[in-house]
């Protein structure tokens, strides 16, 4: 019906549908959907006066939408209450009084909406949070391990230049070592670590020209999670692959950012204008050939890099394809970012048991852990080493052979007895470090109870010289054997 809309010039008539004449239009195209648009243009009817009667409509469940349809626009059609509602006219004032959604709800947006959200994201970015969030926290832990530096006496100028391994190992980076002692969450923090400041000055750059577009393209959530498991996924590949190697950088987490902003434009390019998605292509092309560049550089991990952009590729293509499905494609996508950030993880455990360098560093790990083991075990053991028992053995054997009396033998004979109990007692309180096996242990224990039952044969064959000198040197034997046993535990342990 024609209403009267002033304006400061002359009274223009401006024809308003009604919601109900809306209804009418939509229910005449029957089975097929009815464009708004093209009605607009055949019946000379203004396009944005059929928004707020659809929008009506829509909202008390009286049509719903169907595909858009390129050069139609979207389409829509009457659900089973609107077509009750153009058989009563109270039903449909009271439908439209009380509106309460669509009947049946759309669980798959439709190819208009994607088109909108892709080119509302790239085209009308929002002012990034997560991206200043990090490049914050990522310059804080920098002069974090500046001040630590400075307040130990250790030269400022060098932690600016490369760093301290030491002091950064503190901080979060990650390597095989750290991961044997079972401190997994390396894998994230040393995202946040960096080698001297030109690396942190470069990976912020990076960060800034990337993140924010990409933090607008996937919501603040998103992209925490996509950045979370890039890093995580970078650390993992570049362990499996040099578990030596010291990892600090946000490298990996920026090549997971820029590896899912390319998928987000390839599975959304029939959205956008093709001369943008080959301005952004190109963009990116150039970043990634700078990156790939540098990543062969002396000191980078190209491991830590490609291992980022594969899991950023992979979460950033499941959350498009995730999006579609509206809220339960948000869980689907958080449950299988998951499954794959775990696959990650157990793809460098099981690569931490085949692969030759990591053969390497668990044999250097444990040669570690077994020198600082024996550190603080032989000064316990110094009374009952071979030497000590090899003498009294020989004197006691004098006295056997020659006759020869030392009154201080028996003495020394049961200090020794008495020192093996003592340290066979301190072996089984002392801790012992996770990579060194329960066997050397009990190789200790073992041959300090051989020790102890060699000094009372030393005992009872000088309280009677007369006694049968055969058990002292099976005895004897015995404590050889058992040495000889605890200096092979290497050999054993890494045949």
């Known amino acids: 019906m024609p209403k009267m809309v002033d304006n400061d010039e002359t009274p ?22 009815w464009f708004p648009s093209r009605h607009a243009r055949e019946h000379a009817v203004p396009r944005d006066a059929l928004d707020v009667p659809l929008a009506a409509l829509r909202d ?61 994201a790239l085209l009308e970015p929002r002012p990034p949070v997560a991206v200043p969030a990090l490049i914050v926290a990522n310059v804080f832990w920098f002069l974090v391990g500046f001040v630590i530096a400075v307040n130990a006496g250790r030269s400022g100028n060098a932690y600016l ?53 990409t933090e607008s393209i996937w919501g603040l959530r998103r992209f925490v999670v996509l950045y979370v ?57 150039i970043l990634f050939a700078i990156s790939f560049a540098v990543s062969f550089a002396p000191g980078v991990s190209w491991a830590g890099h490609f291992g980022g952009g594969l899991v950023g ?27 794959l950030v775990v696959a990650c993880i157990a793809g460098l455990v099981v690569q931490s048991h085949r692969s030759h360098e990591w053969i390497q560093v668990r044999v250097i790990d444990y ?24 003498a009294l053995y020989r004197q006691t054997m004098d006295v056997v052979h020659l006759g020869a009396r030392k009154p201080d033998l028996p003495a020394k004979a049961r200090q020794l007895r008495d020192d093996a109990a003592g ?43 007369a006694t049968d000198p055969g058990k002292l040197k099976e005895r004897k034997r015995i404590v050889g054997e058992r040495r000889d046993a605890f200096n092979q535990t290497e050999k054993l342990e890494f045949r």
């Open 423 to 465: 340290f066979a007692e301190f072996v089984r309180k002392q801790p012992r470090p996770a990579p060194i096996p329960e066997e050397l242990g009990r190789k200790y224990v073992d041959y300090a109870a051989a020790v102890g039952y060699l000094a009372e044969a030393m005992l009872e064959i000088l309280e009677n010289p």
């Open 367 to 390: 040669i570690r852990h077994r020198n600082a083991y024996a550190k603080a075990i032989e000064p316990a053991m110094k009374p009952i080493q071979p030497g000590p028992v090899e």
């Open 60 to 120: 008390a469940g009286l049509i719903r939408v169907r595909d858009w349809v390129k050069g139609l626009g979207q389409g829509y059609s009457v659900t089973p209450e609107g077509s009750e509602c153009l058989k009563d006219s109270a039903l449909l004032a009271r439908s439209l009084a009380h509106p309460r959604g669509e009947r049946e709800p759309e669980p798959v947006p439709t190819t208009f909406e994607r088109g909108e959200e892709a080119r509302e």
């Open 12 to 33: 223009t008539a401006i024809f308003l549908p009604t919601p109900a004449l809306v209804l009418r239009w939509v229910a005449a195209a029957g089975d097929a959907p």
């Open 229 to 285: 498991a890039s890093a995580i996924g970078a650390g993992c590949l570049a362990m499996a692959i040099h578990p030596a190697a010291i990892g600090a950088g946000a490298s990996g987490a920026f090549w997971g950012l820029m590896c899912s902003l390319l998928a987000w434009l390839w599975l959304n390019r029939q959205h956008l204008p093709p001369a943008m998605v080959a301005r952004w292509l190109r963009q990116i092309g």
């Open 161 to 213: 230049a490369t760093g301290d391994v030491g002091l950064l190992q503190r901080l979060g980076t990650v390597s095989g070592y750290d991961l044997l002692r079972g401190e997994w969450w390396r894998l994230l923090t040393w995202a946040f670590v960096h080698n001297g400041v030109l690396h942190l000055l470069l990976n912020m750059y990076a960060l800034a020209s990337v993140g924010g577009v």
């Open 313 to 339: 590729f992979a979460v950033g293509s499941l959350f498009v394809v995730a999006k579609r499905l509206r809220r339960a494609g948000r869980w689907i996508a958080l449950a299988l970012t998951s499954v």
